[in-house]
């Protein structure tokens, strides 16, 4: 989905022909940027903007031999220069997006499966953050986290928001989470989980139906995707407003 820059003149997309760019506009209907990598088997994709600086986060991904990809975080400036890897883990990546100071990064993530029983490549989603200073990543969630939304930090950067429908199960490492998702919530419902790696987490707006896509904004309120309902029987019909809390 199309990201806006945080001084809200620019946005970022991914366009694809034979292979994914990242495309950077202006609002003002100025410059138009893209980011593209110079091998036809390497696609850019889930950009997002750093709060500070003129760089451009995404993710390239480039299909291995095995079946697997090499997905890893990268970042350019707004016009495709000055490209540098964040990462080098083997765990799949996607929809990152930095904290407020920028020191840090959250990303949704895959690891392998490795066991060659297993029919699927990869495992069910988590949330990763990337520390800057260290290069380190770390598990935020570990919950096995099925239809997840992106990430999002609250301004002080001790939580992220996210929405999902459940968990097929925690993993056996690290500690249950505090609220088990298995059959509690009925469609879409926002999470918040603190970036401590405790790995616990708590359910916000539960009231609201199909809950989706959650934004932590600077003023500590939060914006998210769900659902409307008008009419009653045969006539009842569903629509999507956003919601402040």
Known sequence: SPRFSFDERHLAYQACTSTCAIVIQSIDGGSV????????????????????????????????????????????????????????????????????????????????????????????????????????????????????????????????????VGSIRPRSRGKAPSTPLQNLYPGKTLFIAPTDGSHTLAPIAAPISKSSMPIALRDGTVAFLGETAEGEGEERRYGHAVFVV
């Open 33 to 164: 940027n893209t980011v593209k990598h110079a091998s036809d088997k390497v696609s850019l994709s889930y950009p997002s903007f750093h709060p500070n600086t003129d760089r451009v986060l995404f993710v390239r991904a480039e299909r291995r031999p095995d079946g697997y990809t090499d997905s890893q975080l990268a970042t350019s400036r707004r016009d495709g220069s000055n490209f540098e890897l964040l990462t080098k883990s083997n765990v799949f990546k996607r929809s990152a997006t930095y904290s407020y100071d920028a020191k840090r990064i959250a990303f949704l993530g895959n690891e392998p499966n490795l066991v060659r029983s297993e029919t699927r490549k990869y495992q069910s989603t988590d949330i990763y953050e990337l520390d800057l200073a260290t290069s380190r990543e770390k598990l935020l969630t570990d919950l096995r986290l099925v239809d997840i939304s992106a990430p999002s930090y609250t301004s002080d950067g001790l939580h992220v928001l996210f929405s999902a």
